[in-house]
């Protein structure tokens, strides 16, 4: 019998699905000095983005039988995979299961920000009647920038472009396969787009990809989204923009530090905010659950 810590919670159907296969549960967040020596006993961890899984927990958990980590989730930036791989510990996520959410998101944010609709929800709450002050652009007709052409860039694309908008596309590989919007490279996306929405990783040896300089290069005017990773955008160049009118909103659902404590960044008149909540949908977190189960099912 395999042993199973879910340290983050999963949907019951998932758990209970993980229970008929025959797998022995633990439903259970440890504290980060505990969670180590509690590793020892289990086969598998299954987490989301609470649980930090740090080279320090893994270097205890190793003597014991952990095998295998599955983020349920896409990114995997709060495990140590370097160090899971050093001690044949494997790592998995649920890549398939939340691109349509985070894509409906960001277009969410995109209409936000286009039309005021966050600003005026709190402006109308303190008895201002903003009417000519709110007027708004469409998205129909603008250029949409999409950095990072993976599942939730497409998904994306074609959203947007079913509300008639263009689509040009990044990416860190280049030229997709089998993705028919255009190819441009990056800081041709920056000057040429209306609309910026990033659906790439943080990559900490490359640092922010959105800061200062990227910034200058876009349009007066732009709006930039981001979903992704909060340290994808330099924060505080995007206040300074945001403050100086070069971007004229930004639609985040992730931050630097997360929960957020950039009170000036949420604050800001032209920012529609969310508490990283791109995969928070029933759908997602079902099939997250189920894509949780596969891999654990075929991992034993
Ligand atoms: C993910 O990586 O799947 C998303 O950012 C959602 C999350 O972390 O909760």
């Known amino acids: 019998m395999y042993n199973i810590l879910i340290s983050d919670g999963l949907q019951e159907k998932a758990i209970n699905n993980l229970i008929n296969l025959g797998f022995n549960i633990t439903d259970k967040h440890y504290n980060k000095e505990d969670l180590g020596e509690a590793l020892k006993e289990y086969d598998a961890l299954v987490i989301r983005s609470a649980t930090k899984v740090t080279r320090d927990i893994l270097e205890v958990a190793k003597e014991g ?12 930036d709060n495990i140590d995979v370097i160090a899971a791989d050093e001690f044949g510990i494997t790592v998995r996520n649920t890549p398939n299961s939340s691109s349509d959410s985070v894509a409906e998101l960001a277009l969410a944010h995109m209409f936000a920000v286009a039309r005021f609709v966050g600003t005026s929800n709190y402006t109308m709450r303190n008895g201002e009647w903003n009417k000519k002050k709110y007027e708004g652009v469409e998205l129909s007709g603008k250029t949409l920038g999409i950095v ?6 497409r998904s994306l694309a074609d959203k947007a472009t079913a509300l008639g908008m263009k689509v040009v596309y990044n990416d860190a590989f280049g030229k997709v396969d089998g993705v ?19 659906h790439v990783p943080y990559d900490k040896n490359l640092g922010s990809l959105i800061g200062k ?23 505080e160049a995007l206040l300074e923009a945001l403050d100086n009118g070069k971007i004229a909103g930004a ?23 969310t ?14 659950g189920d894509e949780v189960v596969s891999v654990i099912k075929e991992f034993f």
């Not at 300089?213 to 924060?235: F, P, T």
């Open 180 to 198: 028919k919007y255009n190819f441009v490279e990056l800081n041709e996306l920056l000057s040429a787009s209306d609309f910026i929405s990033l």
């Open 148 to 153: 990072g052409m993976g599942r939730i860039g």
């Open 251 to 273: 639609g985040i659902d992730v931050f630097e530090i997360e929960p957020n404590t950039n009170e000036a960044l949420v604050n800001h008149p032209r920012v529609s905010c």
């Open 213 to 235: 300089k990227e910034l200058e290069i876009m349009k007066d005017g732009v709006y930039l989204i981001n979903c992704a990773r909060g340290r994808v955008v330099d924060e």
């Open 65 to 76: 039988k952990l095998k295998l980590i599955v983020r349920a989730g896409v990114g995997v």
């Open 275 to 288: 508490p990283h909540i791109g995969a928070s949908t029933m759908e997602a977190q079902e099939r997250i």
